[in-house]
């Protein structure tokens, strides 16, 4: 199993996903909310942990379906995850 790979997929996928986070936190800042500022922290979060997980760019760049589907369920675990704490840290 490539896990250089796995990791390197779900790295830019958390970047992706905390990037994406920006648009509620733009407009939380545009309504004036309060929650705005959890989404800025998780997606500051998660930028950082995908960065740190997509360092190493794999020297096997090839996917097979055995990490495709590592890859899919780790990344809906993750994202489950990572949006709970949005709602954690808003109360």
């Not at 733009?26 to 997606?43: R, T």
Request: glycine share 6%; charged share 15%.
């Amino acid at each position: 199993m490539n896990r250089r790979m796995i990791f390197y997929t779900l790295g830019k996928m958390l970047m992706i996903e905390g990037l994406l986070m920006l648009l509620p936190c733009l407009i939380g800042m545009i309504y004036h909310e309060k929650e705005s500022l959890a989404y800025l922290m998780i997606a500051i979060l998660l930028c950082f942990i995908g960065k740190l997980m997509s360092l190493h760019k794999p020297q096997n760049k090839i996917i097979y379906a055995k990490e495709g589907f590592v890859v899919v369920a780790a990344a809906w675990i993750f994202f489950i995850h990572f949006w709970s704490y949005s709602f954690l840290l808003d109360g």
